[in-house]
């Protein structure tokens, strides 16, 4: 059965500037470590709406002040409810995650099991994340989730006080699950936008590449080059994080100034290759600072 995956690794627990407030879901190829150059960024400007199209593990948000209005949307409908239950339910979800436990026989119970209640499946969702290998989301074409367990001796799982905190943070959001053009449907000048695709490139099919082509196509990166292009437009400013390829830096460089930024690669199997990874970050806020 051919499977196709939406992740790349992210493990760490951070403060941030909310005060306290830390992603409560591990995130393949999240962005925690990339936090402190948003932050130089957006500098001392203060951005009342914020949208996130391609939410995942959220440490963006998370890490942000001053927002008042957040539009936070993602393809994955699952991590969606997630999000809404925490912000909802958060006590609910935090009395669910109680009766796991990380051991190999709990976890692929728990992965083979579909719970009816939204809370609970909430729980499940954050117990798999939590325990899994590298926190990557994949699922074969049944839509069945199949990551192997992470055998992880040390896992930080969400109690309730943490899911509280992350239920105020979200208590202004609008959570929405779909497409990114849908979902920038609501920007207006002065917002920002953060986005952050899975990451393919033209002619290539390495790495990740390999497995997000399934879902996000190099066609894809080019209708997120237009949807920028009308974010700017509307006087918006968007902040976009991609692979540091030389058919991205064509697409994107003509809508604003590139970064490069470099962390290291963790993510891939046994004889997947290491080190450091190097990454572009466009945005028209360097221009506008």
């Not at 809508?255 to 572009?280: D, F, M, P």
Request: glycine share 8%; charged share 25%.
């Amino acid at each position: 059965m051919a499977e196709v995956a939406t992740g790349r690794g992210d493990t760490s627990v951070v403060e941030t500037a909310r005060g306290a407030v830390s992603p409560f879901l591990r995130w393949a190829g999240g962005k925690r470590w990339l936090v402190p150059q948003v932050m130089k960024l957006v500098g001392e400007k203060n951005f009342a709406r914020y949208h996130e199209p391609f939410l995942g593990g959220g440490s963006v948000f998370f890490s942000l002040s001053g927002v008042e209005s957040a539009y936070l949307s993602d393809l994955n409908t699952d991590l969606i409810e997630v999000y809404r239950e925490v912000r909802d339910r958060p006590s609910e979800v935090a009395e669910c995650l109680k009766k796991y436990e990380n051991t190999s026989d709990q976890y692929y119970a728990a992965r083979s099991s579909s719970p009816l209640d939204a809370a609970d499946r909430a729980a499940r969702f954050v117990f798999l994340n939590h325990t899994s290998f590298n926190g990557i989301y994949r699922v074969n074409l049944r839509g069945q989730y199949n990551v192997p367990y992470g055998s992880r001796k040390s896992v930080n799982m969400p109690d309730e006080a943490w899911l509280l905190r992350a239920s105020a943070a979200l208590k202004n959001a609008t959570l929405t699950a779909g497409d990114f053009e849908r979902a920038l449907g609501d920007v207006t000048a002065n917002d920002l936008v953060f986005l952050d695709p899975p990451y393919t490139v033209a002619h290539n099919n390495n790495g990740f590449v390999k497995y997000n082509q399934h879902l996000f196509s190099f066609e894809d990166q080019e209708r997120l080059a237009e949807a920028i292009k009308k974010v700017s437009a509307l006087g918006a400013h968007f902040i976009l994080t991609n692979a540091a390829h030389s058919s991205i830096e064509k697409l994107f460089s003509p809508l604003g100034e590139r970064l490069t930024v470099s962390r290291k690669n963790v993510i891939g199997g046994r004889q997947a290759g290491r080190g450091n990874a190097e990454e572009y970050v466009f945005s028209n806020l360097v221009a506008a600072r």
